[in-house]
């Protein structure tokens, strides 16, 4: 799949998410940096998933960040774990397909799109 109209959308929101996450004076140029290197992926027939990777890195590296995402990684992990107790208490044995079904819910987890669960109080 190369690069749509409605990849821009998406691809602008990654960008503006991890900026956000740092707190760095230089954002507003580092934004329109990214901007104009999204503007030159978007005149050629990239993969939108490609053109993902080299932005997150290309912003990473800018905001001297190496994983912007590391402490909201942190505290889902402390909330996965502290429901997994809870789990824990109710049951003593998991089938195949419920660790499976679980595995899934995991996977779904996309630390760049829904990023502000962990702002919510569970």
């Avoid at 991890?18 to 290197?37: F, P, V, Y």
Wanted: charged share 25%; aromatic share 6%; net charge neutral.
């Amino acid at each position: 799949m190369n690069m749509e109209i409605d990849c821009i959308n998406c691809q602008l929101q990654q960008i503006i998410r991890t900026i956000k996450i740092a707190e760095e004076s230089g954002r507003m140029e580092i934004m329109s940096d990214a901007l104009n290197l999204l503007s030159e992926f978007a005149k050629q027939k990239n993969v939108p998933a490609a053109v993902s990777t080299y932005m997150q890195k290309y912003i990473c590296k800018r905001l001297k960040c190496k994983d912007p995402y590391y402490h909201i990684r942190e505290k889902s992990n402390i909330i996965a774990n502290n429901l997994l107790s809870e789990i824990k208490k109710e049951r003593t044995a998991f089938s195949i397909e419920d660790l499976c079904l679980l595995s899934a819910a995991g996977n779904l987890i996309d630390f760049v799109i829904h990023w502000m669960i962990v702002n919510q109080e569970l």
